[in-house]
């Protein structure tokens, strides 16, 4: 059982930065692939950024260059740092955890625990 609490949302201004933290409990952490996704309302569910258990990053298309994603083992924390942010970034950001069984994947429908959710609101 891996438990995933989200924090770190609000209400920012177009051009504005957040921070998303994502507490993670249960074991082996570091051997999880771990990774943020969104969803704006009528919308899919989409890859905002993973980081893979052996360290390796992967970026949504829309958010490279604007968002960096970083993890700390030791805490067992997830990370998203969201600079230059838009309006079109608006949506509940999800952290997710997947055991790698095999092949790591950019597809939410792959990974195994899901956060509660954490509300992204960008202005103007």
């Known amino acids: 059982q891996v438990q995933l609490v989200e924090s770190g949302g609000g209400l920012v201004q177009a051009g504005g930065s957040l921070r998303l933290s994502c507490a993670a409990s249960?074991?082996?952490?570091?051997?999880?692939?771990m990774g943020w996704f969104r969803q704006a309302p009528g919308k899919e569910r989409d890859l905002v950024a993973l980081s893979w258990s052996g360290g390796q990053t992967s970026y949504g298309d829309s958010v490279r260059g604007r968002f960096t994603i970083a993890r700390d083992n030791a805490k067992t924390t997830l990370y998203l740092q969201m600079n230059s942010l838009k309006p079109e970034d608006t949506a509940v950001y999800f952290c997710?955890?997947?055991?790698?069984?095999?092949?790591?994947?950019?597809?939410?429908?792959?990974?195994?625990?899901w956060g509660q959710g954490t509300q992204v609101t960008v202005s103007s």
């Open positions: 249960g074991r082996t952490f570091s051997a999880y692939d």
């Open positions: 997710a955890a997947r055991i790698r069984y095999g092949l790591g994947s950019r597809d939410p429908k792959d990974y195994d625990y």
